[in-house]
């Protein structure tokens, strides 16, 4: 059976959860299956366990879809700020990880080796939840930490 992607990434938003892991997966909010988010920033698999899992959901934002399309011609009545509200457009790099230059990306590097070697701290500190956490926070997701094996390698 070949499923058809219809809804837009906004609406996944209702349904499901993006972790603050390393691997920013998808939480179903239903179930709370948890996905994997696929380096091509695609929702298809969302949107296919929702079909099988959750059929009423599905229809009810198969039905919203089809409402918007219907209504694309004619003049919208939003208030000021409901435009206002609706006029960014969700973007697919909303939802991926950010990029740094290559040699921001060393500089980071080079610090983070620093903190574990200045206070004589085990290489695993930079694998750590929490510190890598920390990192994302300061750089709004856009460094992760290099692995432990590849600091010891550092030069």
């Not at 603050?20 to 091509?40: D, S």
């Not at 609706?86 to 230059?101: A, H, I, T, V």
Request: net charge positive; charged share 30%.
């Amino acid at each position: 059976m070949h499923l058809t992607v219809f809804v837009k990434m906004s609406l996944t938003k209702e349904y499901f959860t993006q972790e603050e892991t390393e691997a920013k997966n998808y939480v179903c909010n239903l179930c709370q299956k948890i996905f994997v988010a696929p380096a091509t920033g695609t929702t298809s698999h969302l949107w296919t366990h929702m079909y099988r899992k959750h059929r009423k959901a599905y229809d009810r934002l198969k039905q919203e879809d089809a409402d918007k399309k219907s209504k694309k011609g004619k003049r919208p009545t939003a208030t000021s700020s409901e435009a206002d509200d609706n006029k960014r457009q969700c973007l697919m790099s909303d939802f991926m990880p950010k990029r740094l230059d290559a040699s921001k990306k060393e500089a980071y590097d080079m610090a983070v080796l620093n903190f574990v070697v200045a206070d004589g701290r085990p290489f695993e500190t930079a694998a750590g939840v929490g510190f890598q956490k920390l990192c994302a926070v300061i750089t709004d997701g856009a460094y992760k930490p290099p692995h432990p094996t590849t600091l010891t390698q550092a030069k």
